[in-house]
């Protein structure tokens, strides 16, 4: 059905979307300070300019879903470049709290196209272990990125360069993917069954992505907590909020590179197991080291949180198959609609942290000691996904072949 498709062509424009999304989350994450600086916010207010990315992101990633079918990867990846070029220029010329709160919701909604279009255009094209291999290789680009971004942030942010400087730069990979999707053919849907949007919803309340649905709430949180304000939080650890940044991506992206034989030898649930234990030890150090063991706290983190997303977004793909592109955008979905609700929370943490402590490192450590619960819970959760899904595995073997 999709011989004459340009796999490689698709596929890397895939992924300079994808980089598109992780520059406008690491830079924003840089320039954060400069921000509420400029324009006189509360860490509770910047805390609601973050959820906007993330608020934006589910939203056009659901309906993305939803219209998969009938409007086609095509048309969503030109409704992300629109979106993403708005979001861009109004970040850069806004006077205030609230354009800043709207063009970020512009870059969230373009950042959920590209993830609601990609993710089943790119499990249409690849099938089996090569579907896990190919989405971590796509997903790797996220933490790339964020590497990518965090340094020219720290370069520019060092080199005088303003924050509007920084947003520009965003630019470059957006009008690139804009031209290397431009004039191509996209697959057709490969897998049989899931063209109705009804039989996609019915999937939706099967018990495992319910349970998947519940888990993914905490693992996006458990990534982007920490992520989104490195800066602010580890500002006086001594040790550089963006080069935790850029270390803890640098190694996710390494990891998901060479995904394919970590989840073939340990499967989806001893991988989702295992990234929750290097989580929850790699947040508590990050609440109680300071100066260069701060990095060693970022390399154990980055190990926990590495698979997460791409192995929560493969498991719906093959333990719930029916539920098709709807399915992979909603549990997408659900993880930036989480984060989105906790960034003001966990920027009301802070404020409330500063009441109490003396020091900015202080309060910064207070609020990662309380993130640790997230991927508390999730240990709980996958020992029980992994016991259910043990006598399931034919899942994964017919899914293998």
């Given amino acids: 059905m999709n011989e004459n498709i340009n796999k490689s062509a698709l596929f890397n424009a895939s992924c300079l979307a994808l980089i598109t999304t992780a520059l406008s989350f690491s830079i924003r994450a840089g320039i954060l300070p400069e921000l509420g600086s400029e324009f006189g916010l509360s860490a509770e207010q910047l805390g609601f300019i973050n959820s906007m990315w993330f608020l934006g992101f589910p939203i056009s990633m659901i309906l993305g879903g939803i219209f998969y079918h009938t409007v086609g990867p095509k ?52 099938s089996g272990v090569k579907m896990n291999k190919m989405l971590n290789r796509f997903h790797m680009w996220f ?90 939080v580890m500002s006086e650890s001594g040790a550089s909020g963006m080069l935790i940044l850029a270390l803890t991506t640098g190694i996710m992206a390494v990891g998901r590179f060479f995904a394919g034989p970590v989840v073939k030898s340990l499967g989806q649930t001893g991988v989702l197991l295992g990234g929750a234990i290097f989580a929850t030890v790699g947040i508590y150090l990050f609440s109680i080291v300071t100066g260069p063991m701060a990095y060693f706290a970022a390399v154990i983190f980055a190990i926990g949180v590495c698979y997460f997303w791409p192995v929560m977004v493969g498991a719906v793909a093959q333990r719930v198959p029916l539920s098709g592109a709807l399915g992979m955008s909603i549990i997408g979905g659900v993880g930036m609609f989480s984060t989105a609700i906790f960034q003001p929370i966990i920027g009301g943490w802070i404020d409330s942290a500063r009441l109490v402590h003396d020091t900015e490192l202080a309060a910064g450590q207070a609020t990662l000691l309380k993130m640790v619960s997230f991927p508390g819970i999730l240990i709980v959760l996958f020992i029980i996904f992994f016991i259910w899904q043990k006598n399931a595995k034919s899942t994964e073997v017919i899914a293998a072949h």
Avoid at 95 to 109: A, D, K, V
Avoid at 198 to 222: D, E, Q, R, Y
Wanted: glycine share 10%; aromatic share 14%; charged share 5%.
């Fill in 75 to 126: 048309n969503i990846m030109r409704i992300a470049f629109v979106t993403h070029t708005l979001g861009i220029v109004l970040t850069i010329y806004a006077q205030g709290y609230g354009l800043l709160l709207l063009s970020t919701l512009f870059i969230g909604f373009g950042n959920g196209c590209t993830e609601a279009a990609c993710n089943p255009m790119i499990a249409d094209m690849y």
């Fill in 143 to 232: 933490p790339g990125g964020i590497v990518i971004g965090a340094l020219v942030s720290k370069f520019m942010t060092d080199s005088g360069f303003g924050w509007q400087a920084q947003m520009w730069v965003i630019m470059i990979p957006t009008i690139a993917y804009a031209v290397l999707f431009f004039g191509k053919a996209f697959p057709k849907p490969t897998v049989e069954g899931v063209t109705s949007l009804a039989s996609n919803v019915k999937a939706l309340f099967s018990p495992v992505f319910i349970f998947l649905f519940i888990c993914m709430a905490l693992t996006a949180i458990t990534e982007f907590g920490p992520q989104q304000w490195v800066n602010i």
